[in-house]
């Protein structure tokens, strides 16, 4: 009986972190991260899809890679976000007047819109983390054809710099020299068009 005792709780202390690690839902979230990246990457291109996730080797498995886990991330934060304001939303009926003026649902409620069900703070995160998800990836996608632009064409980018702190300055003198240079233009000009 003792045997028996140990083996079990040794089979269950090896088997306890593989279940929890590599579980069904991450495994689904870990596809649909993959999925995601591959749509980024054919909306960017290859070449500029390379350049962003994987700058120093542009390695298109490396970069699929850094997509991923940075989706993951991202979507995970969203997700965090939207229950913080559907629950003020939920909370603060004038706040959420004040959040769907000039949409659809101008003029509705918070059960209007998403039900009164047990499920309708669910709805609300679901839509509004899916929301934020796909404008955050719309602005990535356009911002690595503008950095793009900017690196081949230094009229264009010195146009667009006119009036800021960094008129006047070079696409390398803003970004670097370093073959990296080209993710951090990307990574500034998403995050400032996704606030």
Not at 172 to 182: K, L, P, S
Request: charge should be positive; include cysteine; hydrophobic fraction near 45%.
């Amino acid at each position: 009986m003792l045997k028996l005792g140990i083996v079990t709780t040794a089979v269950a202390l090896a088997l306890a972190p593989t279940a929890a690690a590599g579980g069904p839902d991450e495994h689904a979230n870990q596809n649909a991260t993959v999925k995601v990246c591959q749509n980024v990457k054919a909306q960017m291109g290859a070449r500029n899809f390379n350049a962003a996730f994987a700058p120093l080797t542009r390695s298109p498995r490396a970069a699929l890679r850094n997509c991923s886990r940075r989706e993951a991330a991202a979507m995970q934060q969203a997700r965090m976000n939207a229950a913080k304001t559907c629950a003020a939303w939920k909370a603060d009926s004038a706040l959420f007047a004040a959040a769907v003026a000039g949409t659809p649902n101008q003029g509705k409620t918070f059960e209007q819109v998403y039900g009164t069900g047990a499920n309708a703070y669910g709805k609300c995160v679901s839509s509004v983390a899916r929301a934020r998800n796909q404008a955050r990836r719309a602005a990535f996608v356009n911002a690595a054809k503008t950095c793009r632009s900017w690196k081949n064409d230094p009229a264009a980018f010195t146009a667009a710099m006119a009036g800021t702190a960094n008129a006047g300055k070079t696409f390398a003198q803003v970004f670097g020299e370093g073959r990296n240079a080209y993710g951090k233009c990307v990574s500034s000009v998403a995050s400032s068009r996704n606030d």
